[in-house]
């Protein structure tokens, strides 16, 4: 029994790692730039993502193609006393998009991207080694859609999401306790499906007032069974942990990625300079109530004494609540061929005042993004966008102890590749 209560422990932070919204939104560098407030209009190929009903604003074939570097940083305080700082390195968030007219007043788009992912790293000896000391989570959406344009003020869309999730933690169990010196490794993966739909409206559009647009876009759950390989290794009580049964099982998690529901307006001045846009977000994190975790029956290794008991299940509560994220874009057309960008972001942390996790710092997020499109070649064009991501410093309760995190931020650097043909 004891080893059961081990495993399980040492399963646990997988729920962390899932359960506290860690949305990611940087779908291509134009969009980084301006906030991603292009849900009313979007006008290239990332409309895939932006708003699918978007597609029917390009009458040729377009591909885009780029990443998003992003690199967090923490300062970090355990019960009052400085720790090892939070730096887990450069990541890479990947965006392709293409979309064609197919006949008529119906376009396809597919797109391939991220919109959930983290990544943290502490030391070995650090104070809540026992929570997490590394841990790489990274999701991938394949997603086709169909768009119709009803009429010349009015566009539709749906699409199909697959969602391939991989995760990775590594802590140390009972990390502090007298007698224990373990580490753990849990690796898992699953695909599963889910849907979207858009619609676009033009709600006017005259010489004085310039063009307004309203767009609309919703994307459903997505249940996940996650499933993977978990190994703890190490020794207690000075014995090899080896000794009291095999060190490595199957586990296996159950998650809904919640459901979310964007709205947002777009407008272009009369002479098609000026751009602006607003856009809110509503994520429903309340739905992931709980992760219902399963570790089987393990046969002990050659020599090791018989493991107590069969599969087991735990229910982690997260308590997390549902939140807002708005924005703001403002883009100049200098000239036909360059652009300047500009655009800003609210994001709240849904994450419990009680409940916490070290595998991100928490707190409300403030995002200033700054960036520019040039067309180097006819319909070639090169976008780069720039983010400061500002964390709210903030105190969770994690295992007993007080977590908080302080001058926390993250960099963010953009490039998309264009092409119209």
């Known amino acids: 029994m004891k080893k059961l209560v081990l495993g399980l422990s040492a399963l646990l932070p997988l729920g962390a790692a899932y359960s506290a919204g860690f949305g990611l939104y940087e779908a291509s560098a134009r969009g980084n730039a301006l906030g991603g407030a292009l849900v009313g209009s979007t006008k290239d190929a990332s409309a895939v993502y932006y708003n699918p009903a978007n597609m029917t604003e390009t009458t040729n074939v377009s591909v885009m193609a780029g990443t998003t570097f992003t690199w967090l940083y923490s300062d970090i305080a355990v019960d009052g006393h400085s720790e090892r700082n939070m730096n887990p390195g450069l990541f890479c968030i990947p965006h392709f998009f293409v979309t064609t007219p197919v006949w008529g007043d119906l376009f396809f788009g597919l797109g391939l991207y991220c919109e959930d992912g983290l990544g943290t790293k502490y030391g070995t000896d650090w104070s809540l080694a026992g929570d997490t000391t590394e841990t790489t989570m990274e999701q991938f959406t394949l997603n086709p859609n169909l768009a119709y344009k009803i009429t010349d003020w009015w566009s539709v869309a749906a699409g199909l999401k ?6 990775n933690n590594k802590k140390r169990p009972h990390h502090g306790t007298t007698g224990y010196n373990l580490e753990s490794e849990l690796d898992g993966d699953d695909i599963s499906m889910g849907y979207n739909f858009g619609t676009s409206f033009r709600l006017f559009e005259n010489e004085d007032l310039g063009r307004l647009k309203l767009g609309v876009v919703y994307r459903s759950q997505i249940k996940h069974n996650i499933k993977g390989d ?10 090899p942990y080896g000794n009291l049964g095999d060190t490595h099982s199957d586990a296996s998690a159950k998650l809904t990625l919640p459901q979310s529901l964007t709205a947002g307006l777009n407008w272009d001045s009369p002479n098609e300079k000026w751009h602006a846009g607003f856009a809110t977000t509503w994520t429903q994190w309340s739905s992931v109530d709980t992760i219902a975790f399963k570790i089987p029956a393990r046969k002990p290794s050659a020599g090791g004494v018989p493991f107590a008991g069969g599969a087991t299940s735990y229910d982690l509560p997260l308590e997390w609540d549902d939140v807002w994220r708005f924005s703001l874009g403002l883009e100049y057309d200098v000239t036909d061929d360059l652009s300047l960008r500009c655009g800003y972001v609210y994001d709240m942390d849904p994450s419990s005042e009680d409940r916490g996790t070290t595998m991100l710092p928490g ?32 105190e969770r309760e994690i295992a007993g102890h007080r977590f908080e995190t302080d001058n926390a931020y993250s960099h963010m650097l953009g490039t998309t590749l264009s092409y119209t043909f």
């Open 162 to 167: 697959m969602s391939y999730i991989t995760f």
């Open 230 to 239: 978990f190994d703890i290794n190490g020794t207690m009580g000075g014995a």
């Open 363 to 394: 707190g409300d997020r403030h995002i200033i993004g700054l960036g520019a499109g040039y067309y180097i070649w006819r319909s070639l064009r090169l976008d780069v966008g720039y983010n400061l991501i500002m964390m709210v410093s903030e």
